[in-house]
Each structure stands twice: as C-alpha cells, then as structure tokens.
T-cell receptor
C-alpha cells in the first residue's frame, strides 16, 4: 500500500485552464503539506493543514487554493494556470506538527503548462 | 528567517570513494535536521534525521551529526555505490511555531561511477 499517493502523476494543460491535484495518505497522520519543486529542483512549502485546518499559507498566488475534506486528503486546485506554474508538486504528511516528526512525501505530480 | 545552505553540485565520485556533502543552517529556534534523498523520477525519501544537538542520524551507511556550535549537519558515507546516485537535500524543521514546515537547501546531485 502506498503511504502518500497523488493523482495524476503527470498533468499537461494549456495556459488559462483550471486543474486539480489530489493527495491521499493512509498513515493516519494529522498534518499534510504541499510543496513546489521548480526546474532547478528547489523545494518550497506552499500550504499545510492540521486536522483539516489551514496552518501555513506561504506567499502563494491566490489562484492556488488547497482544500482538505478530511484528515486523509489534501487537494490543490489551481485557477487560470500560467507558464510559471510548471513544476513538480509534492504532497507530504506527518503524524503531528511536532518539529521532530518525519514528513513522508508522495511521488509528485509534474505539471506542464503550455 | 530560517535557511539551509548546502554545497553546490554536481558531485562525481568513483565507486567506493568517501562522500561528504556539507550543510549549514540558520534558524531562529531549535530545529530538527533532516537529510532527504530523491532518486530520478521519484519523490523524496527520508535518509536520516537528528532532533537535538550532538545527535547522530544514520541509515544505509550514511551518517550526519547535529553540530549546534557550528550550525552544521554534514552528510558522510565511507564507501559510495552506483546505486547512491541521486539528489540529496538537507532540511530543517522548526516546529509548531513555524507550522513544522521544512526549509530545504538547494540540493546536491551525486553521481557515482564505476
């Protein structure tokens, strides 16, 4: 069983479209995250939810909207896609928000905006 | 704010060579420190971690020691294998005050040749 799964693995779309990426974890964790990895492989936090409550919202354009329907799921919806949104998006989860907790990452979703 | 600096890559080594990847950090609190590894086309996997000063994390022959006095967490392995070829990320987590987000270094690509 995959601990943290994401769908789709690849997403190719046109500028201006709206798309969603889904994430599910079966680890029973309370906290989930979205990270963005750019073309130079630099990783940066976007959002974090703890027990369905938004706790981190970095300086991300408001075209990006996360939604957590329950503790096991964290989805990312992107409106009006731009070329600069092309990246690999990783979902992660941890048992709690404690700094010692390991974050477990999904396989990533490679988004290409044409 | 928090930051992580790691040595520029790519690093190319012959099999059985000794590996060091330097990592230093700046943090306002008392962070936990992590090394993650990313194999081509995959997500991030935890390699090792340390949660307090002088702790040594180890896994699969890799080691790193949390040095508070030098704010460092250098990754070492005594004898690398071709299968160790990957991108290695140093990261810190500063706990609930910062939402437990991971702050990553830029990543160091390692290539091991026969």
């Amino acid at each position: 069983d995959t601990a943290v799964s994401q769908t789709p693995k690849y997403l190719v779309t046109q500028m201006g479209n709206d798309k969603s990426i889904k994430c599910e974890q079966n680890l029973g964790h309370d906290t989930m995250y979205w990270y963005k990895q750019d073309s130079k492989k630099f990783l940066k936090i976007m959002f974090s939810y703890n027990n369905k409550e938004l706790i981190i919202n970095e300086t991300v354009p408001n075209r990006f909207s996360p939604k957590s329907p329950d503790k096991a799921h964290l989805n990312l919806h992107i409106n009006s896609l731009e070329l600069g949104d092309s990246a690999v998006y990783f979902c992660a989860s941890s048992a709690t928000r404690t700094r010692t907790d390991t974050q477990y990452f999904g396989p990533g979703t490679r988004l290409t905006v044409l | 704010g928090n930051s992580v600096t790691q040595m520029e890559g790519p690093v190319t080594l012959s099999e059985e060579a000794f590996l060091t990847i330097n990592c230093t950090y700046t943090a306002t609190g008392y962070p936990s420190l992590f090394w993650y590894v990313q194999y081509p086309g995959e997500g991030l996997q935890l390699l090792l971690k340390a949660t307090k000063a002088d702790d040594k994390g180890s896994n699969k022959g890799f080691e790193a020691t949390y040095r508070k006095e030098t704010t460092s967490f250098h990754l070492e392995k005594g004898s690398v294998q071709v299968s160790d070829s990957a991108v290695y990320f140093c990261a810190l987590s500063d706990g609930p005050g910062g939402g437990n987000k991971l702050t990553f270094g830029t990543g160091t690509q390692l290539k091991v040749e026969l």
